[in-house]
């Protein structure tokens, strides 16, 4: 079946513009995360949706970032006046209900391929 | 806060024999869980291998099994009869259970390169 989608793969983008990444999550999860992940690091977590509303968005940076999930399925990631610092790969996550992982199958995360975000 | 520690930058290792990736790992949780990821090039995180802290038994999945040492907490990564395929960045990462526990803390990975 369908795994996770994002879309564009790649994306360069003057600094100050306004970015949008899009991810489409296997369907039927409820789950949905974003992790950004910069060179040389691993993943790190930026928000949690669970249906449509976002159930933690402690880990994104700060208000130039934006997320919206609204009809439960496709999730936008939003980056307002993009700065350099922001390049990086941006990784979706969906997995079939969230809120606990305990090594069950319908609580794995499930990544997409992510878009690599280039900002000059 | 959870913190994971891989110290191992890159490993090679001789095609079908066997290789161990270090993880250490710091929460102040009683309950959490322990996985294994795989990066190939193409950039996807693949799900490899999961370890709840109260199993007793160490996980095994195929060719992969976590070495689970909750008293060092480490949970290292082993890889019998290793494959070209298995070049990649294998990433530790680790997430308190319960509610809310959605959150996965990564390392910042070892790169694994296969020779011939």
């Known amino acids: 079946g369908a795994g996770v989608s994002q879309t564009p793969s790649n994306k360069v983008t003057e600094k100050g513009k306004y970015v949008e990444l899009r991810c489409d999550p296997i369907?039927?999860?409820?789950?949905l995360y974003w992790y950004r992940q910069s060179l040389g690091q691993g993943p790190e977590f930026l928000i949690y949706?669970?249906?449509?509303?976002?159930?933690?968005d402690s880990g994104l940076p700060n208000d130039r970032f934006f997320a919206v999930r609204p009809e439960g399925s496709v999730s936008t990631l939003k980056i307002q006046r993009t700065e350099r610092g922001d390049s990086a790969v941006y990784l979706c996550?969906?997995?079939?209900?969230?809120?606990?992982?305990?090594?069950?199958?319908?609580?794995?995360?499930?990544f997409g391929p992510g878009t690599r975000l280039t900002v000059t | 806060a959870q913190k994971i520690t891989q110290t191992q930058p890159g490993m090679f290792v001789q095609e079908k024999e066997a290789v161990t990736l270090d993880c250490t790992y710091d929460t102040s949780d009683q309950s959490y869980g322990l996985f294994w990821y795989k990066q190939p090039s193409s950039g996807e995180m693949i799900f490899l291998i999961y370890?709840?802290?109260?199993?007793?038994q160490n996980a095994t999945e195929g060719r992969y099994s976590l070495n689970f040492q909750k008293a060092r907490k480490s949970a290292n990564l082993v890889i019998s009869a290793s494959q070209l395929g298995d070049s990649a960045m294998y990433f530790c990462?680790?997430?308190?259970?319960?509610?809310?526990?959605?959150?996965?803390?990564f390392g910042k990975g070892t790169k694994l390169s296969v020779i011939p």
């Open positions: 990462a680790m997430s308190p259970s319960g509610a809310g526990s959605y959150q996965l803390t």
């Open positions: 996550a969906s997995s079939l209900s969230g809120g606990q992982i305990g090594g069950r199958a319908e609580d794995e995360q499930y």
């Open positions: 949706f669970q249906g449509t509303g976002a159930a933690d």
């Open positions: 369907s039927g999860h409820t789950a």
């Open positions: 370890q709840g802290s109260y199993d007793e």
